[in-house]
């Protein structure tokens, strides 16, 4: 299985804030990366995929990088709806793999 | 438009097998390079992806849970059936349903689309 190490697990920002978030493929998964962000009580919802690509509807505050097994994951400028946690994914190999999210809190 | 919604027993004993459906729309099971797939989340977890199953009739399983696993389609009916047996306190989670496509676009350049569109979950407890 393809590990997706994924960190902080927790970050504290304020609004305004730039914020970024690192996930880590133990093997080559080239750009088939997805970020997600999830609220509680809710599916989580598909922000960035390939590993750049920002998905339709989404504000251009987020964005995302890498390739092979480096990746990056920013928002430009919190803001207050932000506050979630985040999951990236990969989707070269089975299993499909996720990593253990980032929890997003208000400083 | 894609939607996919969850549906099933939200309490099942210990050792019941769970069967779980996902009913979709805005798009076919028939249609080559689509999939629908399963993924859980316990309580305050991580996600956790658990079967996939193609327009081919392809199956692919959890290897940890391979052998509780069972995934089938009913493309008249637009559903997707995720069966585990044995269930356990431990699986007590929100179960989803994903939809997931691959295709070629015109200049032959491949493209993978994984779980773009989810449905709301389901909670499944686990409890006597």
């Known amino acids: 299985d393809i590990q997706m190490t994924q960190s902080p697990s927790s970050l504290s920002a304020s609004v305004g804030d730039r914020v970024t978030i690192t996930c880590q493929a133990s093997?080559?998964?080239?750009?088939?990366l997805n970020w997600y962000q999830q609220k509680p009580g809710k599916a989580p919802k598909l922000l960035i995929y390939d590993a750049s690509n920002l998905e339709t509807g989404v504000p251009s505050r987020f964005s995302g990088s890498g390739s092979g097994t480096d990746f990056t994951f920013t928002i430009s400028r919190l803001q207050p709806e932000d506050f979630a946690t985040y999951y990236c994914?990969?989707?070269?190999?089975?299993?499909?793999?996720f990593g253990q999210g980032t929890k997003l809190e208000i400083k | 438009q894609i939607t996919l919604k969850e549906s099933g027993p939200t309490l099942v004993k210990p050792t019941q097998t769970l069967t779980l459906t996902c009913t979709f729309s805005?798009?076919?099971?028939?249609?080559?390079?689509?999939?629908v797939g399963w993924i859980r989340q316990p309580p305050g977890k991580a996600l956790e992806w658990l079967a996939l199953i193609y327009w081919n009739d392809d199956k692919r399983y959890s290897p940890s849970l391979k052998i509780r696993l069972t995934i089938t389609k009913d493309t008249s009916k637009n559903q997707v059936v995720l069966t585990m047996t044995n269930m356990d306190p431990v699986d007590t989670a929100t179960y989803y349903c994903a939809h997931r496509h691959y295709y070629y676009d015109s200049s032959g350049y491949y493209h993978r689309r994984d779980f773009h569109y989810w449905g709301q979950g389901t909670l499944v407890t686990v409890s006597s």
């Open positions: 994914q990969q989707y070269d190999d089975l299993p499909r793999t």
């Open positions: 805005g798009f076919s099971l028939s249609t080559s390079g689509v999939g």
């Open positions: 093997q080559d998964i080239s750009n088939y």
